[in-house]
T-cell receptor, first 113, second 111 residues
Framework: EAGVTQFPSHSVIEKGQTVTLRCDPI?????LYWYRRVMGKEIKFLLH????????ESGMPNNRFLAERTGGTYSTLKVQPAELEDSGVYFC???????????FGPGTRLTVT | RKEVEQDPGPFNVPEGATVAFNCTYS??????FFWYRQDCRKEPKLLMS???SGNEDGRFTAQLNRASQYISLLIRDSKLSDSATYLC????????????FGTGTQLKVEL
């Protein structure tokens, strides 16, 4: 069974540009989560989808971040415009019927210069 | 105060040693508890869930004390391949499960 996949694996952009990250969850998993780890800090929750609906977006830092999950399959996280403090590793995770057991993708390492 | 506190380490131990990690969490409403393992520049991988009765998976034993809001992980007969960062993770269930992570404890197992 394929795991959670994320694209791209790395992205280097300049401040003010736009970047879109993609996550494909494990097939059949209704729950999809985005997390972020900035340098030297712990991994932090951004938001949670159940199918195509946002269940909890309490961790989204500000309105420069937009997450979507049209059709309840893959999800995108867009950062527009990117700022230096957005640099970090963005992880996606998914879970099935046991919502607590989340399986993580390899992450997208974002560098904003 | 961090929501999940862990000793960052590193813990440097010889192969075959027993090592214990501890973690405390601040939100008494937390309902689910986990240990994840993260290798350098990789994603976190679920090592084991932690239950109130304590649970064991091979060389790994996890304990939870809800009254003290304390979680532990014991690794027996440590192997070189156990070298990684161990993340204490806590979740709130009920409609979703936002996970809260500790900063992780780094373990280095040496010959």
């Amino acid at each position: 069974e394929a795991g959670v996949t994320q694209f791209p694996s790395h992205s280097v952009i300049e401040k003010g540009q736009t970047v879109t990250l993609r996550c494909d969850p494990i097939s059949g998993h209704d729950n999809l989560y985005w997390y972020r780890r900035v340098m030297g800090k712990e991994i932090k929750f951004l938001l949670h989808f159940v199918k195509e609906s946002k269940q909890d977006e309490s961790g989204m830092p500000n309105n420069r971040f937009l997450a979507e999950r049209t059709g309840g399959t893959y999800s995108t996280l867009k950062v527009q415009p990117a700022e230096l403090e957005d640099s970090g590793v963005y992880f996606c995770a998914s879970s099935g019927r046991a919502p607590s057991e989340q399986y993580f993708g390899p992450g997208t390492r974002l560098t904003v210069t | 105060r961090k929501e999940v506190e862990q000793d960052p380490g590193p813990f440097n131990v010889p192969e075959g040693a027993t090592v214990a990690f501890n973690c405390t969490y601040s939100n008494s409403a937390s309902q689910s508890f986990f240990w994840y393992r993260q290798d350098c520049r990789k994603e976190p991988k679920l090592l084991m869930s932690v239950y109130s009765s304590g649970n064991e998976d091979g060389r790994f034993t996890a304990q939870l004390n809800r009254a003290s809001q304390y979680i532990s992980l014991l690794i027996r007969d440590s192997k070189l391949s156990d070298s990684a960062t161990y993340l204490c993770v806590v979740g709130l269930t009920g409609g979703g499960n936002k996970l809260t992570f500790g900063t992780g404890t780094q373990l280095k197992v040496e010959l």
